[in-house]
Each structure stands twice: as C-alpha cells, then as structure tokens.
C-alpha cells in the first residue's frame, strides 16, 4: 500500500504571540513540527510532504531533507493549504495521512490503526477524533441519526447546540489520495473566516454518498492542538508524562516523575535511577544502571553503564562504565571521562580526554588536555590553556601525580610517572618519572611574628 503524508505548517500563529513561527516551538525539547515529522518516519511512508509558508525558510531549515516542500502563499486555510500538494501527489494512488504540525502528540499507533479502519471499511476519509470535556476551540465532528458521521463543523461556525458536541476532530486524517483531491477543488470559502477548511471536505464526501469513518482515540492527549502558550504548556506536561512513563515501563526508575524532564530522544538502559530535578537533553543517551541526580542536567551527552553523576551540568561529554561525577562538575564540550575516572566536587573539564582510573578529586579546570591513566590531580591544579590568542594543549602520561595548586602552562607535557610537587607552575616539559619543583623556596624568620604585629599596630595607632 503506497503511504503518503501532507504536513500542515504555514500558518503564522498569531495566538503564540511569538518570533518563532509557531511549530517551531519545542515541545520536550523538539519543535512540534519535528514531533509529527518523526512519527511519519516511523511509517512507511512513500513521501511526506510539508506545506510551508510563515516562516518556510526556518521551517525548511530545520526540517532539511526529512520532508518535501510545497508552498503556500497566502494562507487561506487548511484546505487550501492541503491544495498545495496538489501538483507532486495528484497522480499517485493510494492514502494519505494527514496531519497538522501544532499537533504534536499524535502517536504511531494510532495512526497505524486509522488506516487499518480506513483500509478495511473502504472509506473515502478517516478522521482521528476524540472525546473531550472541554471541547471549546476545536471542529465538532457532527454525527447523523444512524450514528454516522455527517460533517465538522468548527468552533466560529457551531450553533449552540452543535457546541454541545464533545466529540471533536483532532486534525488528523486518512483520505483516499484521489478523493481527497477531487473534493478539494469544490471547497469554498464561506464561513465565519472565510477560510478554505480541509474539514468541509467530509461534507463533501458524506453529500457524494462516500464513507466517511472515525477513529475515537482513548488517549485524548493525542488531540492536543497547540495554538497558544497555555496549550503549550499543556502538551509540554502531557508528552513529558508520557515519555517518563515509557521509560519506567523499559527499566527506569524515576523517583519523582513530575520533576524528571527527559527531552522525545533520549535513551535510557535499564535500572538506571533518575532522582528529582534531572533534566536530560537532546541526544543524550544513558546506560545501565546509572545513578543519575539529584539536581543535574545532561545535554546531547553519552553516558555509558554503571555511572553517577550528582548534582552536575554535562554538555556533549563523553563518560565511560563506573566513572562518577559530582557533585558539583562542570562537564563541558570534548570532555571524555575513560573508565572508572572521578571527577569530584567543583571540577570543570574541558575538551579533554582523562583516561581510565584518573581522579581530578576537587576544585580543578581541566581544558585542552590528553590525560593518561591513572594521572591523580591534585586540589585546585588546574591548566592554564589560554594565552588571550590560542588554547594550548597540555598532556600528561600516565601514572603521573600533579600536586595540589598546580598550574600547567601550556602547551606543555608531563611524562608518564613523573611527579610535580605542589604549588609548581610548570611552564617546561617534565619527562617520564622526573620530579619537578617550581616555586620559590620558603624562608622561616624565627620570632618575626610578633615583630610583624607589633609594627602594624603602630602604624594603625599612628593614623
Ligand atoms: C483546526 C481544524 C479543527 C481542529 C483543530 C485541531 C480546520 C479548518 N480546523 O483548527 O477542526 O479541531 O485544527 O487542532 O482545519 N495551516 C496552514 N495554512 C493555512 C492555515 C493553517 O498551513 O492557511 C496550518 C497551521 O500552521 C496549523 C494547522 O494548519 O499547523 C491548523 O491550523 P489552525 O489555524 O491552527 O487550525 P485550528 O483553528 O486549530
Ligand atoms: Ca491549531
């Protein structure tokens, strides 16, 4: 069966009251019209085509060569918007999903099973509704007396009494490909917007003696049409429950779901413990049985097995089995942490590889640096990397013992073995199993304490 799909994005939403066109807007971390692009994905779907408009450019930019583009220029409504596909699908046989890209939670599933239902019953339009409390903003689906449906009808258009109706269109739907064209063109614009509504067509098809079916969803979620901040906001806490929920359904346990923010592509392995104020972002991937938290955020990272990080922000670093971090560490870009590697409390690393069993326990900055195995650095050492024109690299070779205080001025390198005595600053190379000393010689003047005191005093009782 040949897939296609037309993704509605060129509206402007005014309702946003936003700079960034409106499915743009991240919902979990991914712009909405990403959420609905990936799902489609997921299917196999021949083409997807995305109708731009505001915006098109961002919209293209973002998206890329996940989709194809049609055009539209005015926007005129969701029907006309469809129109604009017209000239690359209007040949081609088969279905057509059809999704809007401010409704971000609509899941594979259920689009799986609408067109199973629009497959078996031989409909010309399957639409994806559900049943809502408060149904208010949304197209009422309108059902005959035999229970079939008639029409939509949208919220400007309804009488009081068609208000009534809880069932509502989620703006999700499975044409026919060819009907869905040939409706099309008889759609006018008159109503409440004067807009051209996709929705019209179902009249259409119902007055043509062609079924018409709908597909109720259970989990209302899945109509969540996102027109201002305060939808937003809601299918921000809706995807996030459903997201954390899957993780702890695959092995996760998070102790306080309602403050775990876990972004649509994160993965996580199992046995894994997720503790209150974690947040994790973008394509980070955590293993096995990692304590992760409390308070930490950790972007586009890859975590590897058995790892704790406390109350620590990591951004595209790399931390291999059983190295802990925290609390208190900074783990910036490039940073690769090998095996067993701790980074203690107050600790920045900085495109940096610190190889297995290596400890940079407290207090350090660590950037541009080749770190062997178990180097130990030392309290508050730190590199100095920078000369206000170039960042130089440091290297030290394994079994190295960096004291505390030190300052690495680099570009230098410390062998293997060597050993740099507290409070040196090293601005020459150290080679393998040398001890190095730099820094001044301390002088102990007997008695000269109370000498010291008694000359300041003086000075204060003279002013
Ligand atoms: C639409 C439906 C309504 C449904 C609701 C579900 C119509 C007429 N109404 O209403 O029945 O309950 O969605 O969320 O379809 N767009 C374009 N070009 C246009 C107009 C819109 O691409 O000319 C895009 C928008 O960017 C948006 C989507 O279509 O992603 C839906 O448009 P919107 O104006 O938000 O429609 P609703 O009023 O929410
Ligand atoms: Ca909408």
């Excluded at 712009?31 to 450019?57: F, Y």
């Excluded at 972004?263 to 392995?269: S, T, Y």
């Excluded at 951004?315 to 067993?340: I, N």
């Amino acid at each position: 069966m040949n897939i296609m799909a037309i993704v509605l994005a060129a509206g402007q939403g005014k309702r946003m009251k936003s700079k960034l066109y409106k499915v743009l807007h991240p919902v979990c971390g991914k712009p909405m019209v990403g959420h609905v692009v990936d799902t489609l994905h997921r299917i196999q779907t021949s083409r997807i085509i995305v109708v731009v408009g505001h915006g098109a450019e961002a919209v293209q930019a973002y998206l890329g060569d996940r989709a194809e583009y049609a055009l539209q220029q005015p926007q005129l409504g969701t029907g006309h918007a469809v129109l604009q596909a017209k000239d690359l699908l209007a040949n081609e046989d088969g279905i057509t999903l059809v999704l809007y890209g401010d409704t971000p939670l609509v899941k594979e599933e259920t689009l799986r099973r609408m067109m199973e239902l629009h497959r078996q019953t031989g409909a010309a339009a399957t639409i994806l509704t559900a049943m809502l409390d408060e149904p208010f903003g949304y197209g009422r689906v309108i059902r005959n007396e035999a229970g079939g449906v008639a029409r939509i009808v949208e919220q400007k258009d309804c009488t009081e009494e068609e208000a009534q109706v809880k069932e509502t269109n989620t703006g999700t739907y499975c044409f026919s490909n060819r009907r869905l064209f040939e409706a099309l063109s008889q759609v006018t614009n008159n109503n409440a917007q004067q807009e051209y509504y996709l929705t019209d067509v179902i009249g259409i098809f119902v007055a043509q003696g062609e079924k018409v079916q709908a597909y109720c969803t259970d989990d209302v979620t899945e109509s969540t049409g996102v027109n201002d901040r305060v939808a937003l906001s809601e299918a921000e806490q809706q995807l996030r429950a459903r997201i954390n929920r899957n993780h702890m359904l695959n092995g996760v346990t998070i102790i306080d779901p309602a403050n775990t923010y876990i972004e649509a592509d994160v993965q996580i392995g199992p046995d894994t413990v997720l503790l209150p104020g974690t947040i994790l972002r973008g394509t980070t991937t955590i293993g096995e049985n990692c304590k992760i938290g409390p308070q930490t955020e950790i972007t586009d990272s890859t975590v590897r097995d058995d790892v704790t990080i406390r109350q620590s922000v990591l951004l595209e670093a790399t931390v291999d089995e059983h190295a802990s971090v925290g609390p208190f560490a900074y783990l910036r870009p490039g940073a690769k942490l090998g095996q067993h590697v701790k980074v203690g409390d107050f600790v920045e690393i900085k495109n940096a590889t610190l190889d297995e069993g290596t400890k940079v326990s407290h207090l350090s900055y660590v950037g541009d640096a080749v770190v062997g195995k178990n180097v130990n650095i030392g309290c508050g050492a730190i590199t100095v990397n920078y000369d206000g024109f170039n960042k130089n690299l440091t290297e030290i070779g394994d079994d190295a013992f960096i004291g505390s205080n030190v300052n690495l001025i680099a570009p230098v390198k410390v062998g293997s073995g060597a050993y740099v005595v507290a409070g040196s600053t090293i601005t020459y190379n150290v080679e393998a199993n040398d001890l190095a000393i730099a820094r001044e010689r301390q002088t102990n003047k007997a008695g000269y304490a109370d000498k010291i005191r008694n000359r300041m005093k003086a000075a204060k009782d003279r002013k």
